[in-house]
């Protein structure tokens, strides 16, 4: 095993060891995983690595005297160690440059990563340049002895900063707690805060002055956010009631989501790669944008390969005010965002380039986003290569269609009154999940698309369905609710359809329930008699209760094309 391993050419990159019972050893690249021997493991392989290595404690964890290496063990019902898992840990030098300025100023800085991105490496690599560059007191709390090695001495890879072991990892709280105050640290240093009361202790060290510097899971800030465990990390979270008045300068609900409190880290990194990343320089400001909805600021550091330093720097949302005149448009925020999505893949049950055919018929599609976060939507747009078909505005009155979640739109009259005085289509999303965001996006570009090639332009209504839906409605009005007393059912329509068909009982002077959802939603016609305060079943709404989008006839458009406003759910 050790001579295949030394021979494979990327032996400097190698990034683990996996040893199971049974089964081939592997070595895994970042090119993938190779195979070190044509033999299965035995026991007396694993009995004999084992025995190399320091003791296993009760996270299953052990390591190599002075090196950074962590070995994990896999065991059987029975305790018996069945596999290992052997990870390579190196001190990189240099690999904190990106982050120099922020080192330097003494900020408290969080680094957020998937598994594998290397945090540790630059939290160890941070940690050496504040003890020995800057001569501050740094003290390392090691649960896993992952930064400082294992062992009594710990690596070289620390410089002059200090390290203090836990014993388990439950006990990594009071071991904070202590080394503030006993050892009197300038720095603390933190890998993987994982529980809320690791969380409230980083905290509570916050509040005494002293700068830390930790890691957590997760690959964004809304990760963290939406953890319980550790929104106290950005400063928690907690519902709001606004006032009246608040809540129409806001163009929001009366009830929103806002930050509890200031932020334990003053920064935040989200590590992309071991070559890029995404500095937040104010996670209050960052959070703040979030929960409002709107997209934070961001400024993405590269290292090239020759090593020098590439910033990309935009500033989308530069403060968390709502006034207009803070924000930039959209079009800038598109080339930060053009960097920050394709990261997250998911499963589309669309063909992957549903825009390259629209884009060819000239088609440009300018999409308002209500509710929704505009990073989600961006990348839902590059999942789907709609990049050049779509393009997103924060103009309503210059947009195509809206795209808004359901719970906000219906909450705010004031963008449904704007969306219906420019003859809007909305689409409204359930959730904000990627899946209905993809399935919204798919019939925008399909229901346009589909006027584009069939030469309709602005007429969204089609003359026969029009047609068929006034005759059906003025038959059921004239020969059965009026010299009869009874109610008619009409059958299911489109929500479009359906207005035009509201239009019409309205100028009979007559009342309706609308019945079921769509695509079964249909319009009931009332008689004079009945009662408005009837009982009403369950999925029945009497035209009060929701305000459907007035028809406009041909006298109302310059070019004499009738507009109707299209909520499309999904």
């Not at 550790?230 to 609900?253: K, S, W």
């Not at 530069?318 to 598109?334: H, I, L, P, Q, R």
């Not at 009931?524 to 999925?539: A, N």
Request: hydrophobic share 40%; proline share 4%.
């Amino acid at each position: 095993m050790r001579i295949r391993v030394s021979e494979h050419p990327e032996l400097y990159e190698l990034i683990e060891v996996v040893m199971d019972l049974g089964r081939k050893p592997l070595a895994r690249f970042p090119s993938g995983d190779f195979s070190l021997s044509d033999c299965p493991i035995t026991v007396q392989d694993i009995e004999h690595a084992t025995s190399q290595v320091g003791d296993f404690a009760v996270d299953n964890r052990a390591g190599i005297s002075r090196t950074l290496h962590r070995i994990s063990a896999i065991r059987n019902r029975k305790g018996a160690i069945i596999g290992l898992t052997c990870r390579v840990g190196r001190a990189v030098s240099g690999s904190a440059n990106l982050l120099q300025d922020l080192v330097q100023d003494g900020a408290s800085l969080l680094f957020i990563g998937p598994p594998g991105v290397g945090k540790t490496t630059i939290i160890r690599e941070i940690a050496r340049v504040l003890a020995n560059d800057y001569k501050k007191r740094v003290m390392i709390v090691d649960t896993s002895s992952e930064i400082g090695g294992d062992g009594d001495i710990p690596h070289p890879g620390i410089g002059n900063a200090r390290r203090m072991q836990v014993p388990n990892s439950e006990m990594q709280h009071k071991v904070l707690i202590e080394a503030v105050e006993n050892h009197m640290p300038q720095v603390i240093v933190i890998d993987e805060i994982g529980t809320k009361l690791e969380a409230m202790a980083a905290s509570t060290i916050a509040q005494r002055g002293i700068q830390l510097v930790a890691t957590a899971h997760g690959v964004t800030i809304e990760n963290l956010i939406m953890n319980p465990s550790l929104e106290m990390l950005v400063g928690g979270v907690q519902n709001v009631t606004l006032g009246d008045e608040e809540a129409h300068r806001r163009g929001v609900q009366k009830t929103v989501l806002e930050r509890k409190g200031p932020s334990t880290f003053s920064c935040a990194v989200e590590i992309v790669s071991k070559t890029e990343l995404r500095v937040h320089h104010s996670l209050e400001a960052t959070v703040d944008a979030i929960l409002s909805g709107r997209i934070p600021n961001v400024e993405i550091r590269r290292m090239q390969h020759d090593g020098s330093k590439e910033t990309v720097e935009k500033g989308i949302f530069a403060e968390t005010s709502f006034d207009e005149e803070d924000e930039m448009t959209v079009e800038d925020a598109m080339e930060v965002i053009e960097e920050r999505t394709g990261k997250i893949q998911f499963i589309s049950e669309f063909p992957p380039n549903i825009g390259e055919d629209c884009w060819e018929d000239g088609l440009l599609i300018r999409l308002y986003v209500y509710g929704i976060l505009e990073t989600t939507v961006v990348q839902v747009i590059k999942q789907l290569q709609m990049d050049d078909a779509v393009q997103l505005t924060d103009n309503i009155s210059e947009a195509d269609a809206l795209l808004a979640l359901h719970s906000k739109l219906k909450k705010n009259s004031g963008i449904q009154a704007a969306a219906k005085s420019h003859d809007i289509p909305i689409y409204v999303t359930k959730t904000s999940s990627l899946v209905q965001i993809t399935k919204a996006l798919q019939a925008l570009i399909d229901d346009h698309t589909g006027e584009f090639k069939d030469l309709r332009s602005e007429d969204k209504i089609n003359l026969s369905e029009k047609i068929d839906a006034l005759e059906e409605a003025r038959v059921a009005i004239e020969q059965v609710v009026i010299p009869k007393g009874e109610s008619v059912e009409l059958l299911p329509r489109p929500s479009y359809i359906l207005s035009i068909q509201i239009d019409l009982i309205r100028k009979y002077q007559l009342h309706y329930q609308r019945v079921g959802k769509e695509p079964d939603a249909r319009l009931r016609i009332l008689p004079f008699q009945t009662r408005r305060d009837e009982p009403r079943t369950s999925g029945e709404t009497f035209d009060e209760d929701i305000e459907f989008d007035e028809f406009l006839g041909s006298s109302s458009n310059s070019n004499g094309t009738p507009y109707t406003v299209d909520s499309k759910f999904y």
